[in-house]
């Protein structure tokens, strides 16, 4: 069969390898639907989003609406015979689902019927679950609700952060478009309505999540959160006043009478912060108001007189 005209939707890093694996696979690729490009630092230089800056690389149309609705009408022109979206962003309209003979397709990046909605990444190591997956899911109107048509199991590392994850996603991913949308598009596969009863509904992380609590969290869950938010948007904690970035960590369950928080010194090129039966181990941070360096580097210069300093 020939293959069908997809329109596709989409905005970070995530969703440019879908982009790029159905335009490899010799998918027509109408046009790719992206966030509006947003001005980036203090001179607010407007810089593409990663799905229109590889679209233009590919020679693919982009549309960039406010709101979907005002390019609905657009969208239809192009004539599209299947969707395929992946961390768009926005609700898709019922005006636009309707569209294409084929449906509309998302890729999911949890094991539905868990983790519906924004962060699936972050919210499986900060539980610390030890398996998630992809989905390839019907799009609807309620959030992620859609039948499964396959799946893809992927196994999270004890020590993996969201940067590590996302890549294994990533891939099994692009496994699905590959090897699991043509399935779909011949009949093949019929799909498995989810379990509302198992569903679980996540947020996006909100500023204050981004916060470590040396004195509530026991060391597993405070390093399950600290993992889940790196390398975005970056966990930290507050001393003397003052806000650290922790960008690479790892935990020892080695007990120490020391109050949870306090600095205990640099050892093995990690600056050691006590927790709640065990120790954090930061090897790079960033200080507030300086450039991110490794834990060496700050132990040769004010972190000498920060050993004995409490986190709060």
């Not at 069969?1 to 027509?28: H, Q």
């Not at 799946?151 to 999270?156: E, G, K, Q, S």
């Amino acid at each position: 069969m020939d293959k069908p005209r997809v329109v596709f939707f989409g905005t970070p890093e995530f969703a440019c390898a879908i982009l790029k694996t159905l335009y490899e696979e010799n998918y027509p690729v109408a046009a790719a639907v992206s966030q509006p490009d947003k001005p980036v630092g203090r001179k607010h230089k407007i810089v593409p989003t990663p799905v229109h800056e590889l679209a233009d690389e590919l020679g693919i149309p982009v549309i960039q609406p406010s709101r979907l609705k005002d390019a609905a009408e657009e969208i239809r022109d192009l004539e599209p015979e299947l969707i395929v979206t992946c961390a768009y962003g926005q609700i898709i309209p019922q005006t636009i689902l309707s569209m294409p003979v084929y449906g509309c397709l998302n890729i999911h990046p949890s094991l539905l019927p868990k983790y519906r909605g924004g962060a699936p990444i972050h919210h499986a190591i900060m539980a610390g679950d030890e398996q998630t997956g992809v989905c390839l899911m019907e799009m609807v109107k309620k959030m992620d609700a859609g039948k499964v048509y396959d799946r893809r199991i992927v196994d999270i590392g004890k020590d993996d952060t969201t940067a590590d994850l996302t890549v294994k996603l990533i891939e099994a991913s692009c496994d699905l478009i590959r090897k699991s949308l043509p399935l779909y598009l011949s009949g093949e596969l019929k799909g498995e309505e989810q379990d509302e009863e198992k569903a679980v509904i996540i947020r996006n992380i909100a500023p204050e999540e981004e916060q470590l609590h040396f004195q509530t969290e026991n060391t597993h869950d405070l390093y399950n959160h600290a993992r889940a938010l790196i390398d975005w948007p970056v966990p930290y904690g507050i001393v003397e006043g003052k806000r650290m970035r922790f960008l690479k960590v790892r935990m020892s369950e080695t007990e120490t009478e020391a109050q949870p928080g306090e600095i205990l010194g640099f050892r093995d090129k990690a600056m050691e912060i006590a927790c709640l039966r065990g120790i954090l181990k930061v090897y790079e941070l960033q200080p507030e108001g300086k450039k991110p360096m490794s834990a060496e580097a700050y132990r040769n210069g004010a972190g000498r007189i920060m050993i004995g300093k409490v986190f709060e």
